[in-house]
């Protein structure tokens, strides 16, 4: 009914720079909050930055300076600029909007995850 795919994903070196992409389709009618988690290897699942339908942005204290969230309302699709990539950036970055489908009902949709790998 409703899909977030995600992409961008990849390795580089430490200091380098990746641009993710997710973008949503299926019977939307308006999405709220768009945002972008990340979940290394035996840690939990935690947000790296959230947009607002306005362009309020939210990061976590680990990638502020180094990351921008950013979204196109008109292609329903949120990015995340990453740069200064650190070895602890290492994660599966997951996709997440909250949206109101088109029958009126709210709905809370994940990507699949993209991987991202930085080596030192």
């Known amino acids: 009914q409703v899909q977030l795919v995600e992409s961008g994903g990849g390795l580089v070196q430490a200091g380098g720079s990746l641009r993710l992409s997710c973008a949503a389709s299926?019977?939307?009618?308006?999405?709220?909050?768009m945002g972008w988690y990340r979940q290394a290897p035996g840690k939990q699942r935690e947000r790296v930055a959230r947009i607002t339908t306005s362009g309020t942005t939210f990061y976590a204290d680990s990638v502020k300076g180094r990351f921008t969230i950013s979204r196109d309302n008109a292609k329903n699709t949120v990015y995340l600029q990453m740069n200064s990539l650190k070895p602890e950036d290492t994660a599966v970055y997951y996709c997440?909007?909250?949206?109101?489908?088109?029958?009126?009902?709210?709905?809370?949709?994940w990507g699949q995850g993209t991987l991202v790998t930085v080596s030192s």
């Open positions: 299926g019977s939307i009618f308006s999405i709220n909050t």
């Open positions: 997440n909007a909250a949206l109101i489908l088109v029958e009126g009902r709210f709905l809370e949709v």
